[in-house]
């Protein structure tokens, strides 16, 4: 079984939009090295100057380097037959495969991670970043963000693996290891295999146990696996997928309950990985406003008196846009309103009210047996839950195991939409009145 330790240098974070500044190759048997290989490469764009300040690589170092395409037959030789082992694979591997697709060339090569065989084999550190774990086993780092320095740091690392467990170089462990490199380094294919396949929201965390991102699929397992695919390339993709530590679930039993609570938990947490739905803030309004043969019901920014607000003006345009293929009412996009009469607003706005201020909506629920619920009191949703019809005597019953949800426009406009999908009853004024 041989072995090629790879370690590069780049301009950022992301194979997208991004390029290689530098590589370093080392060969190895499972015994001992067999061949060495460092370049400089110039990336032909600027390199940023936080990157310089950390690596030391600058435009002038990059100037009279060799193109990528120029190097790239000698790592194909240097890594064919061999599996590729870097630290936190992923990284290098996506950044060399991006550049030979470019030159029209398809890379392939099986993976190994160093950070994933490190959580095995010598577990229990608090991180196994290359500094880190280096500096817990003694290791010397020459040339620190430098691919040779590196990467030679990687070899010691690789090595003192192979003496703490020698049975890692048995096919099964590689195999294992093999299959398992599409997944970031601390989560494992039992996790994965162990979602759900129904609906629900699901939640990835950081190394330090916060939320990093939120979301909500109808299949948990099948939405979970397309965040870690490797062929997804946008750099927000890449930086996710390198920092997911941990996933857990919740199982909603609808989608639109997914979406409810999908909604409520971003405004709750804030994930870093969030960025729109994490807003707060409503920067725009519809406006109902009358016209001399007519009526304008207009997007701008918000004020008081909104009909209905939203977060970005992507979201007012896109609402507006369903309004007119729903109602048949033509859509002024490049000054954002539309000309409507009052019969039609009248049709529009009670589509956008609660049938009553007092509600119970149910749906499917999480397994054979039971149902979901929303709960709307005084015209606002104030929770969800899960109940099983032969346990339920009254309304009182439900109200009790009531969870939270925190209302906002969207999560109106989103429930507003999906009513249809659940069965309405009103609740009485006595809320204790039987239940049916």
């Given amino acids: ?105 398809v890379y392939q090569r099986p993976l190994l991670c160093t950070v994933r065989l490190g959580r095995k084999i010598i577990p229990g550190h608090k991180s ?29 690392l690789f090595e003192h693996y192979l003496l703490v467990s020698p049975s890692m170089l048995e096919s099964s462990v590689v195999d294992t290891e093999l299959k398992e490199a599409i997944l970031p380094p601390q989560l494992k294919m039992e996790q994965i295999n162990a979602l759900p396949e129904a609906a629900g929201v699901y939640y990835f965390y950081n190394e330090s146990g916060e939320v990093l991102y939120v979301g909500k699929s109808c299949n948990i397992r099948s939405r979970v696996k397309t965040h870690l695919r490797a062929d997804t390339k946008s750099s927000k993709n890449t930086f996710l997928r390198n920092s997911i530590a941990d996933v857990s679930f919740t199982l909603t039993g609808t989608e639109t309950l997914a979406l409810l609570l999908e909604n409520s938990e971003i405004k709750a947490h804030r994930p870093q990985m969030n960025r729109a739905l994490k807003k707060d803030k409503f920067l725009y309004g ?46 002024h996009p490049d000054d954002r309103f539309m000309e409507l009469l009052p019969y039609q607003w009248q049709t529009l706005e009670k589509g956008f009210h609660y049938p009553s201020p007092d509600c119970v909506l149910t749906g499917a629920g999480r397994e054979a047996g039971e149902e979901s619920f929303l709960w709307l009191e005084e015209g606002v949703l104030k929770g969800y839950g899960f109940f099983r019809p032969e346990e339920i005597n009254c309304f009182d019953d439900m109200r009790d195991q009531l969870s939270p949800l925190a209302e906002n426009p969207e999560i109106k406009k989103i429930l507003l939409e999906n009513f249809s999908k659940f069965k309405l009853s009103e609740i009485p004024c006595e809320q204790s009145h039987d239940f049916d």
């Fill in 286 to 331: 519809l406006f109902l406003m009358e016209r001399p043969f007519g009526l304008q019901l207009k997007l701008k920014g918000v004020e008081a008196g909104a009909w209905m607000e939203f977060l970005t003006i992507k979201k007012g345009q896109r609402f507006l846009e369903q309004i007119s293929k729903n109602f048949g009412i033509p859509f």
């Fill in 1 to 105: 079984m041989k072995f090629s330790l790879i370690d590069i240098e780049t301009t950022g974070g992301s194979p997208r939009g991004n390029k290689i500044t530098e590589v370093a190759i080392i060969n190895h048997d499972g015994e001992k090295i067999e061949e060495t290989y460092s370049t400089l490469i110039n990336p032909e764009c600027s390199i940023p100057y936080f990157i310089t300040r950390m690596t030391g690589i600058s435009n002038k170092l990059v100037e009279d380097a060799p193109r990528f395409y120029q190097v790239a037959k000698k790592i194909v030789e240097m890594t064919e037959g061999r599996i590729f082992v870097a630290h936190n694979v992923r990284f290098d591997y996506e950044f060399i495969k991006k550049e030979f697709e470019e030159l029209g060339f």
């Fill in 128 to 156: 196994y970043s290359l500094g880190k774990i280096c500096a817990d086993l003694g290791i010397d780092i020459q040339n620190r963000h430098r691919a040779m320095g590196d990467c030679e740091a990687m070899t010691t």
